[in-house]
Nanobody, 124 residues
Framework: VQLQASGGGLVQAGDSLRLSCAAS????????MGWFRQTPGKERVFVAA????????YYADSVKGRFTISRDNAKNTVTLQMNSLKPEDTALYYC??????????????????WGQGTQVTVSS
């Protein structure tokens, strides 16, 4: 499975961004999807995840109420709508997928395939 993330950019605090992740090379609807983010010198941390059907979603407490994860199995894409962005949201954002477990994982080691990352920078 190949994943291609896009949509990052430089925005001001309070603005919105929409990240997209396009999948190819596998049966997209078989995989749960996740978004993680990473800042220099720190570990990759969980942001949001969605199950294969789109019926179950998980969020990190830091983004709950501001970010929304969704998927379109017909288009093989997953999106992360990010509203009310804060400077602390600045990071390299990665999409990932797996079908290892019955539920989406909140751990990075619960994913087998990763995109290349897209940079999000939020200025104050």
């Amino acid at each position: 499975v190949q994943l291609q993330a896009s949509g990052g950019g430089l925005v001001q605090a309070g603005d919105s961004l929409r990240l997209s992740c396009a999948a190819s090379g596998g049966t997209f609807s078989n995989y749960y999807m996740g978004w993680f983010r990473q800042t220099p010198g720190k570990e990759r941390v969980f942001v949001a995840a969605i199950d294969s059907s789109g019926g179950t979603r998980y969020y990190a407490d830091s983004v709950k109420g501001r970010f929304t994860i969704s998927r379109d199995n017909a288009k093989n894409t997953v999106t992360l709508q990010m509203n009310s962005l804060k400077p602390e949201d600045t990071a390299l954002y990665y999409c990932a997928c797996s079908n290892r477990y019955s539920r989406p994982s909140r751990r990075s080691d619960g994913y087998d395939y990763w995109g290349q990352g897209t940079q999000v920078t939020v200025s104050s």
